[in-house]
T-cell receptor, first 117, second 118 residues
């Protein structure tokens, strides 16, 4: 079965510094990978995805993620953190246990990002 | 706002009561998903619909859980005889599945319904 690991429950970074939120995955076959962000009392917002192609994926709000097949990782990055980036971040992989036409997601436990002014 | 909407946003109920939640997806989306999120965890997939057909329901947590999407538009999730362990955030998401578009895989989530069972 596929799985997603986010090894850090919380990441603290100073405003203006680069940030990285880590994600590793385990799937059979080619992975479809996603990052979502969740603000308090709001639903998950899509940030970016990797399906195929370039290993560096650019997404919303200046975020990007690097797909590394050999390390089975898909870390989320941003060159300069903003206080408004403080939120809960989830990595997800397409659930491969279901049929070929299904696209439900398996999520990690989430990483709380705190950007300190 | 043309995003995914969910009602109610909060529901408090007593153990043993039945509850029903509604999800209105983005209008042109043909896929609709239900997830459950408990504190400190990521969302957990429950079921999904392609138009009005429920194509996956083996992940529903028990036979007390059921979902419908009668006309291929809005969907309802019902929990019968609620238990305290059902307390969670219930999330709905929708997506458009059409050909091989790159947008095939993006799911858009609603704000969720927070259920508290006392």
């Amino acid at each position: 079965a596929q799985s997603v690991a986010q090894p850090e429950d919380q990441v603290n970074v100073a405003e203006g510094n680069p940030l990285t939120v880590k994600c590793t995955y385990s799937v059979s076959g080619n992975p479809y990978l996603f990052w979502y962000v969740q603000y308090p009392n709001r639903g998950l917002q899509f940030l970016l995805k990797y399906i195929t192609g370039d290993n560096l994926v650019k997404g919303s709000y200046g975020f990007e993620a690097e797909f590394n097949k050999s390390q089975t990782s898909f870390h989320l990055k941003k060159p300069s953190a903003l206080v408004s980036d403080s939120a809960l971040y989830f990595c997800a992989v397409r659930d491969m246990n279901s049929g070929a036409g299904s696209y439900q997601l398996t999520f990690g436990k989430g990483t709380k990002l705190s950007v300190i002014p | 706002d043309t995003g995914v909407s969910q009602n109610p946003r909060h529901k408090i109920t007593k153990r043993g009561q039945n509850v029903t939640f509604r999800c209105d997806p983005i209008s042109e989306h043909n896929r609709l998903y239900w997830y459950r999120q408990t504190l400190g965890q990521g969302p957990e997939f429950l079921t999904y619909f392609q138009n009005e057909a429920q194509l996956e329901k083996s992940r529903l947590l028990s036979d007390r859980f059921s979902a419908e999407r009668p006309k291929g538009s809005f969907s309802t999730l019902e929990i019968q005889r609620t238990e305290q362990g059902d307390s969670a955030m219930y999330l709905c998401a929708s997506s458009l599945v059409r050909g091989t578009s790159g947008r095939l895989y993006e799911q858009y989530f609603g704000p969720g319904t927070r259920l508290t069972v006392t």
